[in-house]
């Protein structure tokens, strides 16, 4: 079983930071690449950065988020983080962590969800 882990939501006002973490357990064989979304009630689940998992790390972000959110790696720990910084109120939602990973050596990739952790921005 995979299992993706997130940590670090929580309630901040406007203009405050937050640092969102997720790692990646169980039995893998690969991971191509991770990366954060975000749902707020209403509407649908939208990209908020991405980030490849080999050397160079290749990033790409949501154009509401660039300049404010930062997403890394940790490759030895299989974690991604995602720092959260001039927070604003739309910025409230539910925060997924996603993994595009491959099971088994010959086997595809596929992607795997966290359950979400909660960024409430306040006024």
């Known amino acids: 079983q995979v299992q993706l882990v997130e940590s670090g939501g929580g309630v901040v006002q406007a203009g405050g930071s937050l640092r969102l973490s997720c790692a990646v357990s169980?039995?893998?064989?690969?991971?191509?690449?991770m990366g954060w979304y975000r749902q707020a009630p209403g509407n649908q689940r939208e990209l908020v950065a991405t980030?490849?998992?080999?050397?160079?790390?290749?990033?790409n972000y949501a154009d509401s988020v660039k300049g404010r959110f930062t997403i890394s790696r940790d490759n030895a720990k299989n974690t991604v983080y995602l720092q959260l910084d001039s927070l604003k109120v739309e910025d409230t939602a539910v925060y997924y962590c996603?993994?595009?990973?491959?099971?088994?050596?010959?086997?595809?990739?596929?992607?795997?969800w966290g359950k979400g952790t909660l960024v409430t921005v306040s006024s």
């Open positions: 169980g039995s893998f064989y690969n991971i191509k690449a």
């Open positions: 980030v490849g998992i080999r050397s160079g790390g290749t990033t």
């Open positions: 996603n993994a595009n990973l491959a099971r088994r050596a010959l086997g595809g990739y596929e992607d795997y």
